[in-house]
């Protein structure tokens, strides 16, 4: 079956530690990939995303992502996290229109 | 133009009723989705638009739910007899099909249904 697997359900880390999150899909051809965030009470909104191209992608905030077409995986990045990038992360594939979500990591930061 | 709206934000109702709720998407945006999120669980696809097609229906979405969009603009999901566990924020988002923004879903705050 087609899926989006995220591999953390809750992280925490310390501010400055880094991170990655991880992300697994099971779809097959072209897909877009992205990455989405949602701070605490609010929308869920974009952080990055990948179409074609550099498999390497900067977001917003630090954040990058990098594609890896053999492992079908999309993991996301960032060298030094802050306080406020506590938030719920998910990773989504887009494939001809049909938008479909990871079951969402929630990354704690300590400040 | 303010972005996706949903309305209404919060629905209280007993076991049994019907519920409607609606979406505004961006309106150059011609894909509008349907999605519900529990605690804890990411977006759950229920169903999309491409104008006022409905192209794609979620397996899982029982007979119970029904989505529109009649002139390719809002949306309407309604939900006959609901049970308790019906009980979820149902998100929905729209994106252009074309430009720099293709396949780049904005979402909606939600309209969070309680079911007693």
């Known amino acids: 079956a087609q899926s989006v697997s995220q591999h953390n359900h809750h992280v925490i880390l310390s501010e400055a530690a880094s991170l990655e999150l991880g992300c697994n899909y099971s779809?097959?051809?072209?897909?877009?990939l992205f990455w989405y965030v949602q701070y605490p009470g609010q929308h869920l909104q974009l952080l990055l995303k990948?179409?074609?191209?550099?498999?390497l992608v900067k977001g917003i905030k630090g954040f990058e992502a990098e594609f890896i077409k053999s492992k079908f995986s999309f993991n996301l990045r960032k060298p030094s996290v802050q306080w406020s990038d506590t938030a719920e992360y998910f990773c989504?594939?887009?494939?001809?229109?049909?938008?479909?979500f990871g079951a969402g990591t929630r990354l704690t930061v300590k400040p | 133009d303010t972005g996706v709206s949903q309305d209404p934000r919060h629905k209280i109702t007993k076991r049994g009723q019907n519920v409607t709720f609606r979406c505004d998407p961006i309106?150059?945006?011609?894909?509008l989705y349907w999605y519900r999120q529990t605690l804890g669980q990411g977006p759950e696809f229920l169903t999309y638009?491409?104008?006022?097609?409905?192209?794609?229906k979620s397996r899982l979405l029982s007979d119970r739910f029904s989505a529109e969009r009649p002139k390719g603009s809002f949306s309407t999901l309604e939900i006959q007899r609901t049970e308790q566990g019906d009980s979820a924020m149902y998100l929905c988002?729209?994106?252009?099909?074309?430009?720099?923004?293709?396949?780049?879903?904005?979402f909606g705050a939600g309209s969070r249904l309680t079911v007693l």
């Open positions: 988002a729209s994106s252009p099909t074309g430009g720099a923004g293709a396949n780049v879903l904005t």
């Open positions: 779809y097959g051809g072209t897909v877009n």
């Open positions: 990948y179409f074609s191209g550099d498999p």
């Open positions: 989504a594939v887009n494939l001809g229109g049909d938008m479909r």
């Open positions: 309106s150059e945006h011609n894909r």
């Open positions: 638009f491409q104008n006022e097609a409905q192209l794609e």
